[in-house]
């Protein structure tokens, strides 16, 4: 019973975190903001939230024992540390140069690199079913490709909006190494003995990419650019403090709950979580900030909840438990 409620709050975790830490990051822009390294930082500001809730789990758990810090585990938490770095440049890259909903229907990708390196990583089976989603979404983003002329955000270019879209894919590329390290590092190093484990996970490797991108920020001089950006910030200084703030809490909880379902499902049900947000946010996207939902658009997003929907019912470990 324990389980299942822990990967119904994880699921909702990434279902609404993930989509308000986009919809923050494109009206970070669109107020005026400017750093993609400020992006990336706020994305991984929030680390402090995963040790909040893991010592007191310390504290009032006999079970919960800090678990040995080995030098492999180290090399581990590092290694996805500076890819998670990465991969959150490559996503703040991605939300300069596109709109929302665009950005996160390319996103969707995501999934098809999830059931590739999990297969690939730790043996997760891909059936015709899975096969047949893979290329329905990968049909999907090349729709998204064909409508480049009639959507675009004012003042960027269409060479910035390639750019873009290479962004966008690269980084669910990252996303889908990531849930399947993150897996293998569960299965390999640190087992599925206790929950606690998802916290500790998370608390490493997102002080390891807070260090990375603090550097990145530091070198760019980009700490000082805060307050100028907050004192020409569109909805004033207040909204900007609160965009960086809500961005850093909302970032924090949508890698937490993507981390907790690895560990209590799979890499393939992380992937499934992370093309659900799509509608959800392009959506949103369109309510907030007035995006275009043209035809290619819509076609995308029903044939992306389609390969969704065959991905889901026609893959064997969607709800795998250990």
Same mark, same amino acid.
């Not at 290329?135 to 269409?158: E, F, K, N």
């Not at 590092?185 to 608390?203: C, D, P």
């Not at 959800?280 to 907030?288: E, G, P, Q, Y």
């Given at each position: 019973?324990?389980?299942w409620?822990l990967?119904?709050?994880?699921?909702a975790?990434?279902? @609404?975190?993930?989509?308000?830490?986009?919809?923050?990051?494109?009206?970070?822009?669109?107020?005026?903001?400017?750093?993609?390294?400020?992006?990336?930082?706020?994305?991984?500001?929030?680390w402090?939230?995963?040790? !909040?809730l893991?010592?007191?789990?310390?504290?009032?758990?006999?079970t919960?024992?800090p678990?040995?810090?080995?030098?492999? +585990?180290?090399?581990?938490?590092?290694a996805?540390?500076?890819?998670?770095?990465?991969?959150?440049?490559?996503?703040?890259?991605?939300?300069a140069?596109?709109?929302?909903?665009?950005?996160s229907? !390319?996103?969707?990708?995501?999934? #098809?690199?999830?059931?590739?390196? &999990?297969?690939? @990583?730790?043996?997760?089976?891909?059936?015709?079913?899975g096969l047949?989603? @893979? @290329? #329905?979404?990968?049909?999907?983003?090349?729709?998204?490709?064909?409508?480049s002329?009639?959507?675009?955000?004012?003042?960027?270019?269409?060479? +910035?909006?390639?750019?873009?879209?290479?962004?966008?894919?690269?980084?669910?590329?990252?996303?889908?190494?990531i849930f399947?390290?993150?897996e293998l590092?569960?299965v390999?190093e640190?087992?599925?003995?206790?929950?606690?484990?998802? !916290?500790?996970?998370?608390?490493?490797?997102s002080?390891?990419?807070?260090?990375?991108?603090t550097?990145?920020?530091?070198?760019?001089?980009?700490?000082?650019?805060?307050?100028?950006?907050?004192?020409?910030?569109?909805?004033g200084?207040?909204?900007?403090?609160m965009?960086?703030?809500?961005?850093?809490?909302?970032?924090q909880?949508?890698? !937490? &709950?993507?981390?907790?379902?690895v560990?209590?499902?799979?890499?393939?049900?992380?992937?499934?979580?992370?093309?659900?947000?799509v509608?959800?946010?392009?959506?949103?996207?369109?309510?907030?900030?007035?995006?275009?939902m043209?035809?290619?658009?819509?076609?995308?997003?029903?044939?992306t909840?389609?390969?969704?929907?065959?991905?889901?019912?026609?893959?064997?470990?969607?709800?795998?438990?250990?």
């Amino acid at each position: 019973m324990a389980h299942w409620v822990l990967l119904i709050l994880s699921s909702a975790s990434m279902l @609404i975190a993930f989509p308000a830490s986009s919809l923050l990051s494109r009206l970070y822009y669109s107020g005026g903001g400017g750093s993609y390294w400020i992006i990336s930082w706020t994305a991984v500001a929030g680390w402090p939230i995963t040790t !909040l809730l893991l010592v007191p789990l310390y504290a009032a758990t006999s079970t919960a024992a800090p678990s040995p810090l080995t030098f492999k +585990l180290f090399l581990w938490y590092a290694a996805l540390g500076i890819i998670s770095a990465l991969d959150n440049l490559l996503f703040a890259l991605a939300y300069a140069y596109l709109p929302a909903s665009t950005a996160s229907l !390319l996103a969707s990708s995501s999934l #098809i690199f999830s059931a590739f390196f &999990g297969w690939i @990583i730790v043996k997760n089976k891909v059936n015709l079913s899975g096969l047949n989603a @893979i @290329i #329905i979404i990968t049909a999907a983003v090349v729709i998204i490709a064909l409508d480049s002329r009639s959507d675009g955000l004012p003042g960027v270019s269409r060479g +910035l909006y390639a750019l873009g879209f290479i962004f966008d894919i690269l980084g669910s590329a990252l996303h889908g190494l990531i849930f399947a390290l993150s897996e293998l590092v569960f299965v390999k190093e640190l087992g599925r003995r206790s929950f606690h484990v998802v !916290l500790e996970f998370q608390t490493m490797v997102s002080l390891t990419a807070f260090i990375v991108t603090t550097i990145g920020v530091v070198a760019k001089g980009d700490l000082q650019r805060m307050r100028e950006e907050a004192a020409s910030f569109e909805h004033g200084q207040l909204s900007y403090t609160m965009v960086l703030v809500w961005a850093a809490v909302s970032f924090q909880l949508g890698a !937490l &709950g993507g981390t907790a379902v690895v560990y209590l499902a799979s890499t393939v049900m992380a992937g499934i979580l992370n093309a659900v947000r799509v509608p959800l946010t392009s959506i949103a996207a369109v309510i907030l900030f007035k995006d275009s939902m043209t035809g290619f658009k819509i076609l995308s997003l029903i044939i992306t909840g389609w390969g969704f929907v065959s991905y889901t019912l026609g893959h064997p470990s969607v709800g795998k438990t250990e």
